[in-house]
């Protein structure tokens, strides 16, 4: 059967060639066209490039062309059927010279589209390169929905939407074909714990802010029931009084206060009106949806605003205070706040005392009390004052140790030694601590002996420790006169016979002034110079770090003082020099004088004497002999 099926085959394939050669070689003959001709038609100038109408006859057929199709515009949203729809595109028609093509997608939304449904589209171009009719049905979906919120912007319309998802902050809702936030604050006009309770939920909202910029649109649910509150709020303060007891609902719970519902309007109880006591915060006494007893302190009408107290529905801790507490006594509590200044001590709930800084130590030094307590600190301390009608009360931690000032006179006798450290200086001297509570002044004239200070950080540093020697006791004021230098005896004792006036010492000018020159001797001892008597002997002026003589002109062992001079030096060696050369000269030129005085005498008489005068030159001889031995 194989055989035949194959033999069959073959010549059908020889019928089917010789039929096609066949067909080849018979030419068909084409059929006349029966077509009528048009009178006055000009056929010669079809396909030439020429216009073969007439003006105004090509104006007539574009009219009447015109009237067949509706007249549309660019940028417009029009209505158009489904002509067909396929798996890649939707033919429309809208009664234009042409339908327009729209992809499916756009159609997503809305599966079940058919042919012959009615869609809005939106006119991009009447005729695109191609010579096509350009539509678009989301641009129409879009432009007809921002149409309408701006509407229901303006007309303040209650319209409806679909809430989608659930967002950072708030909730997606989709209206008319547009997302919109929901802020969550605009949910409900109490806070909202659960957003996602309204998920996939159609509810009523106003439109409230539309920014066209970005294309956002935030709607509010809350906005519907303040409207339908508003009228129960009015009817509700109208019937509060100050000084009222409602109950309320705890609605919401911040740092600073608690918002509570009296049915229908919204009152706060600030923190400091919650307890007593201090509280660091509200939700340490109440807790959300509780249900209390509050007390009306105030209300504002046009603000509508109401202020609730709780603590005031509770007696005051200063009423239930132990009637038998006076200044003196000691009691014990829990530091609760700090300041620079002092900390606050809780001794019973909404009962509280201060320690001042200055009573937390016996120290005189200004610190602050975070330096002595923290937060949270149990204390004992002494009541200082105490004011029941004003509710307040001072108390004080240093007077549990004894006063150190009532023994300095035994720890501290006129005259004995310490060592102390440095904490403050003054330009009148340094203040030492010897010991906690108990400070003493050492003056600047009593830190150096032969030093000349300028101010006392010249002479040590904060936190030195410094010897000194008590030098006199006030207990009465608390003051205590130290000094360093009497630990030491008075080198000026020895300084008098050293230093002594028109003595020469070697000295190094430390310091320039304007009045003179300060200069370091031996010994460490300071001098001063004026400015007239720092000139060298070349008529120059000496100058910083330059060792020179100089001469002492004045010594004071009271005032500790020692002035001295340069000039002085080479001035009255010179002076010296010029005395001792006139003596010499005075000395020799005497003999010579005698000598002079003999031979004029001797020739005067010698003019009235004869050769036989022989004794003339006897005493002749005589006066030179004796000039010669006064040589």
């Known amino acids: 059967m194989a055989k035949k099926a194959t033999i069959g085959a073959t010549a059908a394939k020889a019928e089917a060639k010789q039929q096609a050669e066949e067909t080849v070689k018979t030419p068909r003959v084409p059929r006349p066209l029966h077509v009528s001709v048009l009178e006055g038609f000009d056929w010669s100038g079809l396909g030439k490039g020429e216009d073969i109408y007439s003006k105004e006859d090509r104006a007539s057929q ?60 939106y006119v991009e171009s009447q005729e695109n390169k191609q010579g096509q009719l350009v539509l678009s049905h989301a641009k129409a979906r879009a432009l007809t929905a921002w ?69 956002n649109v935030v709607v509010s649910h809350k906005a519907l029931i303040e409207a339908e509150l508003e009228l129960q709020k009015k009817e509700i303060i109208g019937k509060l009084e100050k000084g009222q007891v409602l109950e309320g609902t705890v609605k919401n719970i911040t740092s600073y206060g608690v918002f509570i519902d009296l049915g229908g309007v919204d009152g706060l109880i600030h923190i400091t009106d919650l307890s007593w006591g201090r509280i660091n915060h509200p939700e340490e006494i109440v807790k959300l949806d509780q249900k209390i007893n509050v007390v009306i302190l105030d ?8 202020a609730l107290g709780w603590k005031q529905l509770q007696s005051h801790p200063w009423d239930a205070l132990n009637t038998e507490l ?30 001042h800084v200055s009573e937390m130590s ?30 307040k009360m001072s108390l004080g931690i240093k007077q549990l140790n004894q006063d150190p000032w009532q023994q300095v006179a035994q720890k501290f006798p006129v005259g004995s030694k310490h060592s102390a450290a440095v904490r403050n200086f003054t330009n009148f001297g340094i203040f030492v601590e010897m010991e ?28 030195d420790k410094i010897d000194v ?31 002594a006036v028109d003595s020469v010492h070697q000295g190094t000018i430390i310091d320039l002034q304007d009045k003179g020159a300060i200069v370091s001797m031996t010994y460490g001892v300071e001098a001063f110079a004026p400015k007239a008597q720092l000139v060298k002997e070349d008529g120059s002026t000496a100058k910083a770090d330059e060792a020179l003589d100089f001469k002492v002109i004045e ?76 040589k």
């Open 147 to 215: 149409n309408r919120v701006n509407l229901a912007l303006e007309t303040d319309e209650i319209i409806k939407g679909y809430v989608k998802c659930r967002t950072k902050g708030g909730l997606i809702v989709d209206v008319f074909g547009i997302e919109a936030f929901l802020p969550g604050s605009q949910i409900d006009v109490k806070p909202i714990r659960d957003y996602d309770v309204y998920v996939n939920k159609t509810m009523e909202f106003k439109v409230v802010k539309i920014n066209n910029e970005f294309k």
């Open 436 to 463: 906690e509570g108990i400070d003493g002044l050492i003056h600047i004239s009593d830190l150096s002996w032969s030093k000349k200070i300028k101010h006392p950080s010249e002479f040590a540093k904060l936190g």
């Open 555 to 630: 010594f004071s062992k009271e005032a500790k003082k020692i002035v001295v001079s340069h000039s002085r030096v080479y001035k009255e060696a010179t002076a010296e020099e010029t005395k001792a050369t006139a003596a010499a000269k005075a000395k020799t030129a005497a003999p010579k004088a005698a000598a002079k005085k003999a031979t004029k005498e001797v020739e005067n008489k010698q003019e009235k004497t004869t050769l036989g005068d022989l004794d003339v030159l006897s005493n002749l001889k005589d006066a030179m002999d004796k000039a010669e031995k006064g």
């Open 326 to 355: 006076k200044v003196g006594d000691k009691i014990s509590g829990k530091v609760v706040v700090l300041a620079d200044y002092g900390a606050f001590v809780e001794i019973a709930p909404g009962v509280e005392g201060l320690i």
């Open 299 to 306: 209300f504002d009408n046009d603000k509508k605003r109401i």
């Open 469 to 499: 020697v008590v030098l006199e006791i006030d207990v009465d004021n608390r003051k205590l006169s130290l000094g360093h230098k009497q630990l030491e005896e008075n080198p000026w004792d020895v300084f008098e016979t050293m230093f």
């Open 362 to 391: 016996w120290s005189q030094h200004l610190r602050s009390a975070q330096d002595f307590l923290k937060v949270g600190d149990s204390v004992e301390a002494e009541i200082l004052t105490l004011n029941r009608d004003e509710r």
């Open 62 to 121: 574009e009219a009447a062309y015109a009237e067949t199709v509706n007249a549309i515009q660019e940028n417009q949203v029009v209505s158009g059927e489904v002509i067909s729809k396929s798996k890649r595109e939707v033919v429309i028609n809208i009664g234009f010279k042409s339908e327009g093509i729209i992809s499916v997608s756009e159609f997503r939304y809305n599966p079940e589209l058919r042919a012959g449904d009615r869609v809005d589209v």
